[in-house]
């Protein structure tokens, strides 16, 4: 059902006439992608073996930002050689092709007990939940506040060159699949509070390092790969471990976390324009630190959290 919304999506986008259908096309696309996204990682960690979850729901992440990095460009030289609309035509026939292979290559599982609305949003009343969702609010948000600015940053600041840019990009955007895949891998094998907590840290002080190595190309470019590889080894271990805060209801907490993220982006796109326009924008790393610095607040009392109730249930 999700993939039928996102096709939809893309066949109206690409056929319909005029900006106001083609918004109201765009609109179920984007409902559609929302569910392709939480049903992908659900199905993952289901699939997976035993102790392999965060390594499976790592794969899922590592796929969508390396769609990301192979499809924008490709996008843009459809978009120059056929039109833009032919965009929204060709990823409607990849969206048929993939539901296609994952008809005959996808195991069948059973899906999660349906949960109703009211008792959806009663989750966020638990202080685990709340603690959970609060760490990928302001570990994106930390990131989106200096990622969102990180070009005009990288050639007003680190004096990098405008002909190193799209190279400077490329090579933080494959950073962030192999920071993926290792966030997955190291979850699995030591532990959530060890990748997570681990890699904030080293994504702090990669933002730090940022803001006080200047005009040195060769460090700049090491300051980029390993703030990729932090910031998006947070990324399948927080999926991972928002599932084990609620079992019963993986699939709604996976959903209602793509909403936080979308929120974080937002709200950390937002801060760094006022921190731009209020301070400097030299200032976008340090703000961004802040923000990942109380992700690694939230993180350690939602562990101490939980190992408290788990003392409990063991004395009882």
Known sequence: MPWVFFVLGNILSFALPGYGLFVAARI??????GMVVVTALNIAAKIALSGKQASSIATVVMGFTASLIIGVPIGR??????????????????G???MVVMYFVVPQTKGDEPIPLLKQLALLKKKKVALGLSITFFWLGGYSVAYTYLSPYLLNVSGIGTHLLSAA?????????????FGG?????WGVNFTLIGGMVLHILM???LSVVTDSLIGVLAILVLWSFAAWSSGPTQQYHLTT?????????????????QLAMAAGA?????????????????????GVAIAIVAAVALSRSRSVRKDSSVKA
């Open 207 to 209: 933002l730090v390092m």
């Open 77 to 94: 030289i459809a978009a120059e050689a056929m039109g833009w609309k032919s965009v929204f035509g060709g990823i409607a026939l990849l």
């Open 245 to 261: 805060i609620e079992p019963e209801a993986s699939g709604v907490m996976l959903g209602l976390n793509q909403s936080m993220m």
């Open 28 to 33: 179920i696309m984007a409902l559609g992608a």
């Open 185 to 189: 891998y190291s979850t699995d094998r």
């Open 169 to 181: 990009l490329l090579m933080f955007g494959l950073s962030s699949l192999v920071g993926s895949k």
């Open 270 to 290: 937002g801060i760094g324009g006022i921190a731009v326009d209020r301070v400097s924008l030299a200032s976008i790393t340090w703000f961004g630190a802040l």
């Open 96 to 98: 048929l092709l993939a």
